[in-house]
């Protein structure tokens, strides 16, 4: 890993609930990420309450936040976040074995990015620099989820609000394939492919807060 990003702006985890041997070995490799890219410990905040977050948000207004995700109970809280700081960029982290349904809740919550807790340093590296240039990865389980989403008869709001080009990146990597398959296989630049996706995942969020006020 190499260092080519200076960012002199806290970044901020929160950690709530049970914390798995994975997760803690995620959270150490988390903190040697940043540092390499440019963070240094004095900006690399840390929360263990809702309480201790929203505090450190209001007071920091760090650029990156976070957020473990423990189980569906604490999903309550990141659109708090959301409304506490709407520009900061939201990242959920899950375990491995997380179900698709659990980050796409996750996603619908106002987590701009997600990543998975065992995901190898030097591609958790690259993932993570993505997001800061203002990207998205995709996992082809989460892909298949939407996929099965968009040709579903109940399901037929997310199908109209993506474009053709968002529909073939699903498409792309619920077979499976890479995002630089994808790329390749679309005449896209990796880079637009990876910010197609984080579109998606804001444009699902803005229809589960449409479909939450059309319910109320």
């Known amino acids: 890993m190499h260092n080519d990003l200076i960012l002199p702006v806290p970044v901020l985890t929160i950690r709530q609930g049970r914390i798995t041997p994975a997760l803690q070995q995620h959270n150490m ?9 440019g963070y240094p410990d004095e900006l690399v905040l840390s ?13 920091h207004l760090p650029n990156l936040i976070f957020y473990r995700v423990a189980d569906h109970s ?11 700081y709407p520009s900061c960029c939201l990242i959920s982290i899950h375990e491995n074995k997380a179900a698709p349904s659990e980050i796409l809740k996750t996603v619908q919550n106002g987590a701009d990015a997600y990543l998975l807790s065992d995901t190898p340093a030097e591609q958790l590296f690259q993932q993570i620099k993505c997001i800061l240039r203002g990207g998205a990865v995709l996992h082809p389980e989460f892909a298949k989820l939407l996929q099965e989403q ?3 008869k109940h399901n037929q709001e997310i199908n109209l609000i993506f474009n053709s080009v968002e529909i073939q990146i699903i498409e792309q990597i619920s077979q499976p394939s890479s995002e630089v398959q994808a790329a390749l296989a679309l005449n896209l630049s990796e880079y637009q492919v990876y910010s197609f996706i984080k579109n998606i995942f804001r444009k699902i969020y803005i229809l589960h807060k449409n479909t939450e006020a059309a319910a109320e």
Do not use: G
């Not at 490799?29 to 890219?37: A, T």
């Not at 929360?47 to 007071?59: F, L, N």
């Not at 604490?74 to 506490?84: C, G, T, Y």
């Open 74 to 84: 604490n999903l309550h809280f990141l659109p708090q976040i959301k409304s506490l």
């Open 150 to 152: 968009l040709t579903s």
């Open 47 to 59: 929360a263990e309450s809702e309480d201790s977050a929203a505090q450190a948000i209001t007071e």
């Open 29 to 37: 490799l988390l903190q040697v990420i940043l540092k390499d890219l």
